[in-house]
């Protein structure tokens, strides 16, 4: 079982930067592929971005290609994403996620992943 717990959502401007951070439990964090998902309200849950366990695979969407950064910490389960140059589409629910059977790669199809947060609120005002 893997819980995971997101943090640092919040309100910001249009322009503005936020920093989520997603906590892991158990102890095979550094196996698992991690990815951020969001959804907006009416909205499918979209792929945001996807970093696999040794690091060696990066992935985001068009969408925030330039603007968010994936990064993990396996020595203490944690994992982040810089949000720079925010806009207002960007306003949805952000989700961490686990892949615990990823060996290789990362998956942008949330089906793919096992275990999810409860999710952080971002709103970017205009």
């Known amino acids: 079982q893997v819980q995971l717990v997101e943090a640092g959502g919040g309100l910001v401007q249009a322009g503005g930067s936020l920093r989520l951070s997603c906590a892991a439990s158990?102890?095979?964090?550094?196996?698992?592929?991690m990815g951020w998902f969001r959804q907006a309200p009416g909205t499918e849950r979209e792929f945001v971005a996807g970093i696999s366990w040794n690091v060696g695979r990066l992935f985001y969407a068009d969408s925030v290609k330039g603007r968010f950064t994936i990064s993990r910490d396996n020595a203490n389960n944690k994992m982040y994403l810089q949000m720079n140059s925010l806009k207002p589409e960007d306003t949805a629910v952000y989700y961490c996620?686990?892949?615990?059977?990823?060996?290789?790669?990362?998956?942008?199809?949330?089906?793919?992943?096992?275990?999810w947060g409860q999710g952080t609120q971002v709103t970017v005002s205009s």
């Open positions: 158990g102890r095979s964090f550094s196996r698992y592929t």
């Open positions: 996620a686990a892949d615990v059977n990823m060996l290789l790669g990362v998956s942008a199809s949330s089906g793919e992943y096992d275990y």
